[in-house]
């Protein structure tokens, strides 16, 4: 696919990007993402990169690349009750050298024009840092739930847990790949075993450079670690949970100070998830279990009898952009009955801008049309970045409008506030979150 039109500042010109050109993507990375790891040790490890969907940027007078992005294909995105084509931004990197001066907002406006045009109504992505892509339109979408569970810390009990039986191995694609991915697919299916009642952002690894990178163990990446290993429940013989992790020791005058760095904790029911959680606070010579990521619902919040041991801290998970607003809206599912006139602003894709009339089924089909605000009033104003912020479902429209971010335009005589209706059925019974960064 030729590239889009997109203008550079003088000097600078776009890149293509292929396999042999890893070694520059290396070197720029690194240049952006300072580490401690040699350029060969990185090599070593399997790429993630779907390569045509990685675009890089060069300039006059200088070696090698100098900015980069990419998108991961995610075709089967979960949202609320559905799920959606979306372009997963990642690897966007600028050298010191050539910062401020545009080549992001570039990159943005490329990004933003390929995936519209691969037909991905949405664009999903973690910031590295908090600030940066609010202006192009993205919301924060989805939080994390970070903790430290002190060994042995007490669990409520689930009726059934105990029939459970572990396995704990060496974690291998061969042995274990099959497994991982359909236990991490049903968990994010139907948390909750309600069909349909999905957990949105649950992003599975769609293609084979990711399956290759979950799997990858290379000593560049552990960190003075153990090797990766998988603890694994099973309900006679079936397979009902897993947890992928790393122990670390040190012997300390007061004894072993161990620490558990958790991957996934995935289980697909109470039983299971009370088995599993039971199975990893009680390893011998470690102090602490710290799970890399969770939702913020995660089932260990209504076990852990003390949250509050485990020093909860929610930084954020995914953002969201609309690329196409009324594909996007009418390719989800709302949780109450809806019918709500919404202006919607963007400044960066202006096609987007105008006013949109939804109209839902609780947990139903949902429909969207454009309509001429000189005839319908808009019930709802907002900017573009606050609906990728409600969009899975973890923010509430009615949130945003007490901070000022959403405005309720009341009709005269009208009993019912269109914003209350509206923040009920943009809102969802599972909390949004990716196991896993990308
Ligand atoms: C999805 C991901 O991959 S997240 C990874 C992002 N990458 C990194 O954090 C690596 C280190 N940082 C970088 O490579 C670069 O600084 C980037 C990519 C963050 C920004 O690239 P730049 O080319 O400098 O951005 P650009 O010049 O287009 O800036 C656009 C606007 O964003 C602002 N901006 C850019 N980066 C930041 C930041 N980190 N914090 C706050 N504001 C920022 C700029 O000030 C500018 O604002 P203005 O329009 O009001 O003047």
């Given at each position: ?19 042999a ?43 090698g ?12 995105f ?33 990004h ?27 919301g ?34 061969e ?20 069909p ?17 990178v979950?799997?990858d ?20 013989g ?5 947890v ?6 040190a ?45 913020v619902?995660d ?18 998970n ?62 709802l ?20 409008a ?12 009208q ?6 209706r ?17």
């Amino acid at each position: 696919m030729a590239l889009p039109q997109i203008a550079l500042p003088a000097g600078y010109r776009w890149r293509t990007l292929t396999p042999a050109d890893r070694r520059l993507v290396t070197e720029l990375d690194t240049w952006a993402f300072p580490s401690g790891t040699s350029h060969d040790d990185l090599d070593a490890a399997p790429s993630p990169l779907t390569w045509d969907r990685a675009i890089a940027i060069e300039a006059d007078g200088s070696e090698g690349l100098v900015a980069m992005h990419a998108s991961y294909p995610f075709g089967h995105f979960p949202v609320p009750g559905a799920e959606l084509p979306t372009a997963g931004l990642t690897w966007v990197g600028v050298h010191p050298q050539h910062r401020r001066r545009g080549l992001l907002t570039a990159m943005i406006d490329l990004h933003l024009t390929r995936s519209s045009e691969r037909g991905e109504p949405l664009s999903a992505l973690f910031a590295a840092e908090a600030a940066i892509y609010g202006r192009f339109g993205y919301g924060h979408a989805a939080d994390d739930l970070r903790l430290d569970i002190p060994r042995g810390a007490a669990l409520r009990d689930v009726p059934g847990a105990e029939r459970h039986t572990v396995r704990v191995e060496i974690a291998a694609r061969e042995r274990h790949g099959v497994l991982v991915d359909r236990l991490h697919r049903a968990a994010g299916a139907a948390p909750t075993g309600v069909p349909g009642i999905n957990r949105p952002g649950w992003v599975t690894r769609e293609t084979e450079e990711l399956q290759a990178v979950l799997w990858d163990d290379s000593p560049a990446h552990r960190g003075g670690r153990e090797s990766r290993r998988i603890m694994i429940v099973e309900l006679d013989g079936e397979p009902r949970g897993y947890v992928t992790f790393r122990r670390s020791l040190a012997w300390e005058p007061t004894g072993p100070r161990g620490r558990v760095d958790a991957g996934e904790v995935v289980a697909v029911d109470a039983a299971a998830a009370r088995a599993l959680w039971g199975a990893l606070l009680d390893l011998d010579l470690t102090n602490e279990v710290t799970p890399f990521t969770l939702p913020v619902d995660d089932v260990v919040t209504q076990l852990l009898v003390n949250l509050r041991a485990a020093a909860p801290r929610t930084p954020d998970n995914l953002w969201v952009r609309l690329v196409d607003v009324a594909a996007a809206l009418a390719g989800r599912r709302y949780a109450a009955d809806v019918d709500v006139t919404i202006k919607v602003t963007d400044a960066r894709l202006p096609a987007n801008a105008g006013v949109y009339r939804l109209r839902a089924e609780a947990f139903g089909p949902a429909s969207v049309e454009r309509v001429d605000p000189e005839f319908e009033a808009p019930e709802l104003s907002l900017d573009v970045r606050e609906l990728g912020a409600a969009y899975l479902g973890g923010t509430s429209l009615a949130a945003l409008a007490a901070a000022g971010l959403v405005t309720e335009h009341r009709r005269q005589g009208q009993q019912t506030s269109a914003l209350a209706r509206a923040s009920t059925a943009f809102g969802w019974p599972v909390a949004p979150g990716s196991s896993w960064v990308f």
